[in-house]
């Protein structure tokens, strides 16, 4: 079996691994790169996929730089199934044609930027109409049932505790006669996520590709993080100014919301305006409310006894340009959380152009921020950062609040791998920055007698199933062995002996005779016990 880094290698997004053998092409997610144009240059060239040759897309989850790029994987001749759980699929339905109109909103504004200049056009990445015919080729399955690809390979999802309805894989694949595994992680969730229920764990593979989002760090608890937003909103309320939280539309938001809830429930803020100022974190919230089966113990007790953690007395929903636009001229404080999660597009760009130069204003972080992204820069203590060609001061005041990660930091990544029980397991670490994942392999190497790697962006890596499984030892069976082994050493000299037997003494015959049939029977009823 080989898999080709297609993406998040040594960078967070873009993940994208190409698993094949002599029978079966396959990829497991296919995200768009985000961060900057030299890395979002790589979302145009899918030669290297060969869509047209690929038969399933096994889909982790419902992110952007998981799935972003197969509405373009479509449009350039992928005929195979999309497989994913049924929350990933219903979060596809509206996450890939927002993307979609993201993309075209894009390329409509650099085609008029372009004309003006007598240059040519750009055509967007892929339209609405590419993300509505990626959507024929989606297969909902269930979680732990083992599907079959071909005679060789099947997999199964397993609870990756990330997002609403993210998974890991497991991959079992068949070469010369034994049986080889494969994990991939996905995205791993956080310990005692706030919505979602727990992440499943694993004991039992040859090779592990492993996420580092937060290989290098610890995020702090969550009731620290919960103290910190709750110091942020009383600061905003306190100079009359708005709390903008720049929030990824799947989970972050829904977490935000049930965490208002909580600070509402508890009297620890007033009721103020709350503004979702997200059509599509309006519309994925929509979504989350339709699958309780997928949230943790805690969540699912407040829906059946009644209430809705998802709602606010004060909570707004801004569905059109307008109502967004109305929020700027709103005097008074307010929480605005709006996408995108790293600034780089979306109505959050709007808000942090008309705050991000007024001292009173709270900006929140939630969310990890990719390099060379809008977010990346304000939390790297940018004084001015560029907006819709404008340049704009930073006078706001920046909290980054690491708690509400849905990824799992080195500690909890660590102690996920802690349980597969093969000690010759091999590790690849990705979907990390390079000091991330090159911090993560350091860790699993100290921790475990595990190897870990960062392979690099194009890399094919061949992954053979082991033709024996190495086991440990004790030191019993340690000197057991070494007796067998001087044992063999005195059976092969006596072989050696056996064409001069002629020119033994028959006594020594009928002696060597009586030893070796008293030894096999020995041995035959010894083993007849075992």
Not at 39 to 50: A, D, G, K, P
Not at 74 to 88: H, P, Q, S, Y
Not at 396 to 406: C, N, R
Request: aromatic share 8%; with cysteine.
């Amino acid at each position: 079996m080989q898999v080709t880094c297609l993406g998040a290698t040594r960078t967070v997004t873009g993940s994208c691994f190409l698993v094949e053998n002599e029978r079966l092409r396959f990829l497991v997610d296919c995200g768009m790169f985000q961060g900057g144009r030299e890395i979002e240059r790589r979302n145009y060239s899918l030669s290297r996929h060969r869509p047209h040759q690929l038969s399933y897309v096994l889909l982790t989850h419902a992110h952007i730089d998981h799935c972003g790029l197969l509405p373009r994987l479509v449009k350039e001749g992928f005929r195979g199934k999309i497989l994913c759980t049924e929350a990933t699929f219903d979060l596809c339905r509206i996450m890939l044609k927002d993307s979609a109109h993201i993309q075209e909103m894009d390329a409509e504004w650099e085609s008029r930027k372009k004309l003006r200049s007598g240059q040519k056009p750009v055509e967007p990445l892929y339209t609405m109409e590419d993300a509505e015919a990626c959507l024929n080729y989606f297969e909902p399955v269930e979680r732990n049932m083992d599907i079959p690809l071909n005679p060789d390979i099947r997999f199964r999802f397993r609870n990756a505790g990330h997002i609403l309805g993210a998974s890991f894989l497991e991959i079992f694949y068949q070469e010369r006669g034994s049986e080889g595994k494969i994990v991939f992680s996905g995205d791993i969730g956080r310990e005692n996520a706030l919505i979602v229920s727990e992440k499943e764990t694993v004991e039992e593979a040859d090779y592990c590709f492993i996420e580092s989002t937060y290989g290098d760090r610890l995020h702090k608890t969550q009731e620290a993080s919960k103290e910190e937003l709750l110091e942020a909103i009383r600061e905003g309320i306190k100079y009359g100014e708005k709390i903008i939280i720049p929030a990824f539309a799947v989970e972050r938001t829904q977490e935000i919301l049930l965490t208002l809830h909580e600070f509402l429930e508890k009297g620890q803020i007033p009721s103020l305006p709350v503004y979702l100022d997200s059509p599509l974190a309006i519309s994925a919230t929509e979504i989350f409310k339709q699958h309780p089966d997928y949230f943790n113990p805690a969540t699912a007790r407040m829906i059946t006894g009644g209430k809705n953690p998802f709602e606010l007395p004060n909570l707004v929903y801004t569905r059109t340009p307008e109502e967004s636009m109305a929020i700027n001229r709103h005097k008074g404080p307010g929480i605005i959380i709006s996408a995108s999660g790293m600034c780089n597009a979306g109505r959050i760009k709007h808000h942090l152009k008309h705050n991000l130069w007024k001292p009173g204003v709270q900006i929140v972080i939630i969310g990890f921020q990719a390099e060379g992204t809008l977010g990346r820069a304000i939390v790297n203590g940018a004084k001015k950062v560029r907006i819709f060609q404008e340049e704009v001061a930073v006078r706001a005041k920046v909290h980054t609040i690491g708690g509400f990660s849905a990824h799992a930091d080195q500690k909890e990544l660590l102690t996920w791998l802690g349980h597969f029980k093969n000690p010759a397991l091999q590790i690849y670490v990705i979907h990390g920055e390079e000091s991330a994942s090159l911090a993560l392999a350091a860790a699993i190497q100290k921790t475990f007698p595990f190897t870990a790697q960062v392979p690099h962006w194009l890399e094919t890596l061949t992954l053979a199933v082991p033709s024996e499984r190495p086991v440990e030892l004790t030191k019993e069976t340690e000197e057991l062995m070494a007796l067998y082994a001087l044992l063999e050493t005195r059976l092969e000299g006596l072989h050696g002996l056996l064409g001069k037997i002629p020119a033994l003494k028959k006594g020594k015959i009928r002696e060597l005779k009586t030893f070796l049939k008293k030894t096999e029977k020995g041995l035959d009823g010894f083993l007849k016990e075992i």
